[in-house]
């Protein structure tokens, strides 16, 4: 259990330290990501002062986390390709496992900072109100990060070779990804007030119901997929 | 074996239509096209579950065969679950008037499409060598079936404008329904074993050509 904890950490610190040094990936994240939320306002227009603009902020959002951890994601496994890191990282006495859990974490960390810095920006550029509801914004934002970058961190390190490196990454996770996405934007529909608490009907995101269920399906597929990616990865690593 | 195999499948979809144009008429004709919606849509999931099984195996003991019959199911579920949604859509315009609404089942059967269609994707664009490749698409068969209950839960249990079972009103509609299921199967089954084989023989001729 120390020898995982010390693995844990080492890989987790490197990978943020060579970031930090480096600013490869963070600076392209947050500009896309603001590119991502102007662009959506900018096509918005019409809808600022009706109920239009909290559908369209929350949609911004979502595609522009979900673009940006494409980068990090991408980013983790490529950055080992260079001078063969990846053969030293699999020869340290570790468990594959642990060096999945370690990159993930990593990715967690790169998303949530791009997060704190592009969401303010979403809630003013759309003028979005969570009615004092941080912790619940907090909570939803911090699931649906840790799902996005699940699949993700596991797939960056299967597509690393390839040619089309991005873009089959990108429609690897995202087909994954759709079905978390429907609770995930129906909780930022609730807390931007573009929907009520409770809802019922035939809709796609009328099946979700509430705002507690949207949130308890979000942890559901959060603990699926970084228990099943966690226990996939050392196939998807190997020779 | 398999000739006979594909002449049942074909014989039984030829009643079902004939039951299905005569006798098990449903009211409104754009209804009939029941009887090719929920056959289709029973074998892109059962493909899906093929594929899983096929992908499971390959990763537990890492014999070729496993992986031919995952791409092979994969492949196959791709044209049900196409069929499934046109007819799907089809229907709705009929019956509704709209071609797609963002209703669960619909959503999910979308959802099923998206994933075969990558699946066939990443089949053809990893370059590393087959092994690998294999193993790759492997785990994303399995994480993929992870969204496959959804699919089924949506289908059977939410509320929806899509009714999970009609009420027929003669015996002859069942059967027509039953006789359509069962064709179907077995030309998915068909399709699966005949795939896998051309796969197979594939692979042979690859490796007497370039040892």
């Known amino acids: ?239 | 074996m398999r000739r006979l195999l594909f002449a049942l499948a074909i014989g039984l979809l030829m009643v079902s239509t004939y039951l299905g144009l005569t006798t098990g008429q449903i009211a409104p004709v754009q209804r009939n096209i029941l009887y090719a919606h929920v056959p289709n849509a029973v074998c892109a999931l059962l493909c899906f579950v093929v594929l899983l099984i096929a992908s499971i195996g390959y990763l537990g003991n890492g014999r070729q065969g496993w992986d031919l019959v995952a791409i092979a199911s994969a492949e196959a579920g791709f044209v049900f679950a196409t069929i499934l949604n046109a007819t799907g859509m089809i229907f709705s315009r009929a019956e509704w008037n709209i071609w797609w609404t963002p209703s669960p089942r619909l959503v999910s059967s979308a959802i099923l499409w998206f994933l075969y269609a990558v699946y066939l994707i990443l089949r053809v664009s990893l370059p590393g060598s087959r092994h690998r490749n294999a193993r790759i698409c492997a785990v994303f068969g399995i994480i993929a079936f992870l969204d496959v209950p959804l699919v089924f839960i949506s289908a059977r249990f939410l509320p929806d404008i899509h009714r999970p079972n009609f009420s027929f009103d003669s015996g002859w509609q069942t059967a027509a329904l039953m006789l359509g299921m069962a064709g179907t199967v077995l030309l998915a089954g068909g399709l699966i074993w005949l795939r896998t084989s051309l796969l197979h023989s594939n692979l042979k001729l690859e490796e007497e050509l370039f040892p």
Request: charged fraction near 10%; aromatic fraction near 8%; glycine fraction near 8%.
């Open chain 1, 1 to 239: 259990m120390k020898d995982f904890w010390l693995g844990l950490r080492a890989i987790v610190i490197k990978d943020i330290v060579v970031e930090l040094r480096a600013k490869q990936v963070l600076p392209t994240m947050i500009v896309l990501g603001m590119l991502i939320v102007f662009i959506l306002r900018m096509a918005s227009e019409s809808s600022s002062t009706s109920a239009g603009a909290p559908v369209m902020g929350a949609a911004a959002l979502w595609i522009a986390f979900l673009f940006s951890g494409l980068l990090a994601q991408e980013r983790s496994f490529a950055a080992e390709q260079q001078n063969g890191c990846i053969d030293g990282l699999l020869l340290a006495p570790l468990d594959p496992g642990t060096i999945y859990l370690a990159k993930l974490v990593a990715n967690v960390v790169m998303l949530s900072i791009f997060e704190l810095i592009v969401v303010p920006i979403g809630l003013i550029s759309f003028d979005l109100h969570v009615g004092g509801r941080w912790p619940q914004l907090l909570a939803v934002l911090l699931l649906g990060n840790l799902g996005i970058s699940s699949v993700g961190t596991l797939f960056s390190a299967a597509v690393q070779l390839t040619r089309t490196r991005g873009s089959l990454l990108s429609i690897v996770v995202l087909v994954i990804l759709m079905p978390m996405l429907i609770p995930a934007s129906f909780a930022l529909l609730v807390l931007f007030g573009a929907m009520p608490e409770q809802v019922g009907g035939t809709g796609s995101l009328a099946f979700v119901g509430s705002f507690r269920a949207a949130l308890g399906y979000l942890l559901a597929f959060d603990a699926v997929f970084v228990v099943a990616c966690w226990l996939l990865f050392p196939v998807v690593i190997q020779e």
